[in-house]
């Protein structure tokens, strides 16, 4: 019989047994489980719920079934439903009716929020963990390119010099603030449900505060039905988590561009390039692709969960059983994305010869021909179209603004001199931008010292 079954006269149908249990997917909870089980257990006993033997037996009891499960002794039953009722029908099964009292002032409601928090604290400080390690990569790679010369793009259009280090730390800026947002989030996720109950606490003297610190928390929750149906903290989680996907997937997108035979500025390491199965020339992509692939199913969990809770009524509703494979998926998918972006990255091979050489066209340096007019009295808009006529007549003419001549420039604004040539040089023009925030030498190196001075704050 289930251990609710007392109400019932007859079992489920078989088809309702398979279609209403989640062990398939919840027992990845069982550490949290048993983890909150043996807190809620001790705080049981010292409050003479139930008595410090009885404790002391549960916790011996919960302890061998976790090393029993981590070994693969223990098998999980379909008809226990979820990891919760597994591993309390494994703990009567071994200590009898002492068993029968862990679930005194709890319920699988105020349990499954707790396992998922416990659960939730520590993904979040291993995805945080691995994102330190990108930013790390990402300021090592800043420092080596800081005067690595490169085209930047607007609407995939060659618009101004830059250097490969500015483009990189435009990542690094992004991925803290994913850090940032994972930082908050903890604040509202570091809060324990248990002792919710159902939905209207307990009859039951417990000592909440005593658990909350035993198993890590900053505070209990203040209202017992929204500790049961509060899945905020994970739809915040799954919004960052989609964040950094949409960072990972726009860097992935452009290491594809990058390697490609049209830019070459990048080569891709053989460990994560693949083959074509019928073109042999074929080194392709395959990981960034991968994870630009991947930031659709994050999106899809996100999105997921956020249709589950919309309109549920308080308190708790079995709906929110399907939060967890939302979650689990964002996770793993995350994790694994970042393990292979890190490497993948770090082992790019740079043909700096290359960028250095596409900077010098689609008239980049235009904009530093306008600035040198207006640096010499004429206003910028007026500047402006006097450059553009400039660029005009190079396309007409098919040579570059470093191809005309002294009196071709003059023929446009007698303001130009023979320093203009100088002017406009791409290294020249990357290092006259020196103002906090933009891509000279200089200011790239301030920029890695104080990212990593506020990556070790984080």
């Known amino acids: 019989m289930k251990l609710w079954g007392g109400r019932f006269a007859k079992n489920n149908d078989t088809l309702m047994e398979d279609f209403h249990s989640s062990i398939t997917f919840d027992k990845r909870l069982y550490r949290e489980d048993i983890e909150g089980s043996l807190a809620h257990s001790k705080m049981l006993a010292k409050q003479g719920i139930i008595s410090k033997e009885e404790g002391a037996v549960i916790a011996v009891a919960l302890k061998e079934i976790l090393s029993e499960i981590e070994s693969g002794a223990a098998q999980f039953d379909i008809a226990a439903e979820d990891i919760h009722m597994n591993v309390e029908t494994m703990l009567i099964a071994k200590i009898g009716d002492t068993g029968k009292k862990l679930h005194t002032a709890r319920s699988r409601n105020d349990q499954v929020a707790l396992d998922t928090r416990l659960y939730l604290k520590k993904e979040t400080e291993n995805i945080i963990a691995l994102l330190k390690e990108l930013e790390e990569t990402l300021l090592s790679l800043a420092e080596t390119h800081k005067e690595t010369v490169m085209p930047g793009y607007t609407h995939l259009q060659k618009a101004q010099p830059v250097t490969f280090a500015h483009h990189l730390l435009a990542y690094f800026e992004m991925f803290l603030r994913d850090l940032g947002r994972l930082q908050d989030s903890k604040k509202r996720l570091n809060i324990m449900p248990l002792g919710s109950g159902a939905l209207a606490g307990t009859v039951f003297p417990l000592n909440r505060e005593s658990v909350a610190c035993d198993l890590g928390f900053d505070a209990v929750t203040a209202n017992s039905m929204d500790g049961v149906s509060d899945r905020d903290f994970i739809i915040e989680f799954l919004s960052a988590a989609a964040m950094i996907m949409m960072h990972l997937s726009r860097f992935s997108e452009e290491v594809i561009l990058w390697s490609s035979g049209e830019f070459a500025f990048v080569s891709l390491d053989d460990a994560y390039s693949t083959g074509s199965s019928i073109m042999p020339q074929k080194k392709n992509p395959d990981a960034a692709e991968l994870i630009r692939g991947k930031t659709g199913r994050v ?160």
């Open 299 to 458: 999106y899809g969990d996100l999105v997921a969960l956020l249709t589950v809770m919309k309109g549920l009524p308080l308190a708790y509703n079995k709906d929110m059983q399907e939060d967890k494979e939302a979650l689990f998926d964002a996770v793993d998918t995350v994790k694994g994305c970042l393990m292979v972006f890190k490497p993948m990255l770090s082992t790019l091979t740079i043909n700096k010869e290359t960028m250095r050489l596409d900077a010098e066209g689609g008239f980049i340096n235009a904009t530093d021909a306008a600035d040198y007019l207006a640096e010499h009295g004429v206003p910028f808009r007026e500047a402006h179209g006097i450059v553009g006529s400039l660029v005009l007549h190079c396309e007409k003419e098919q040579k570059t603004l470093n191809d005309l001549t002294i009196d071709e420039w003059q023929r446009f604004s007698p303001v130009f001199k023979e320093d203009i040539y100088d002017f406009i040089k791409i290294e020249n023009s990357v290092s006259r931008r020196d103002i906090t925030g933009a891509p000279s030498p200089r200011q790239t190196e301030l920029a890695v010292k104080r990212g990593k001075e506020r990556l070790f704050s984080l």
